[in-house]
T-cell receptor
């Protein structure tokens, strides 16, 4: 059973460009969570999605950031017009249901903004 | 709001020795989960151990055990017989088990563990 897949593992963008991060949850998992890890910090919750629904986006900046989890395909975290402060590791986690107490994490995408 | 504090930015231990990593948290909830995650240089987040707050017995997973003190809101991780592969960043995390945010993990800033041969 493949784990949570994220790609790309490393992404370099220039200021003003768009970054698209993809996450494929584990098989049978319909709940996806995105977290951001800034340098020297722990992971911070950004958004929680179920298939075709955003459940909680309270941790996501109001501007330039968006997330989706379509019926088919991976979850996408999209950052428009990136700035240097967006440089971070972005982790995706998935779970079978909220009531399950474990979220399985992907390997993360390291975004560097030049 | 819940907070998780790891007061030791760095720790070191000799191979085969025992080390304890500290974690305290703040919450008004009575039903919650606590976790320790390991993040090696590969950056992959690996669940080490979890504790359910309503269980008084401390969780144990092979060489890893916790000391859960609910009244003190303390959740330390003990690693026995430390191995070189235990070297990593360790994060303590909290998740409520009820209410509208029972999916949201709150992490501490981490403790970097070095294992000396």
């Amino acid at each position: 059973n493949a784990g949570v897949m994220q790609n790309p593992r490393h992404l370099v963008r220039r200021r003003g460009q768009e970054a698209r991060l993809r996450c494929s949850p584990m098989k049978g998992h319909s709940h996806v969570y995105w977290y951001r890890q800034l340098p020297e910090e722990g992971l911070k919750f950004m958004v929680y999605l179920q298939k075709e629904n955003i459940i909680d986006e309270s941790g996501m900046p109001k501007e330039r950031f968006s997330a989706e989890f379509p019926k088919e395909g991976p979850s996408i975290l999209r950052i428009q017009q990136v700035v240097r402060g967006d440089s971070a590791a972005y982790f995706c986690a998935s779970s079978r249901a909220v009531s399950y107490n474990e979220q399985f994490f992907g390997p993360g995408t390291r975004l560097t903004v030049l | 709001a819940q907070t998780v504090t790891q007061s030791q930015p760095e720790m070191s231990v000799q191979e085969a020795e025992t080390v304890t990593l500290s974690c305290t948290y703040d919450t008004s909830e009575s039903d919650y989960y606590l976790f320790w995650y390991k993040q090696p240089p590969s950056r992959q987040m690996i669940l080490v151990i979890r504790q359910e707050a309503y269980k008084q017995q401390n969780a144990t997973e092979n060489r890893f055990s916790v000391n859960f003190q609910k009244a003190a809101k303390s959740f330390s991780l003990k690693i026995s017989d430390s191995q070189l592969g235990d070297a990593a960043m360790y994060f303590c995390a909290y998740r409520p088990n009820s209410g509208g945010s029972n999916y949201k993990l709150t992490f501490g800033k981490g403790t970097l563990l070095t294992v000396n041969p």
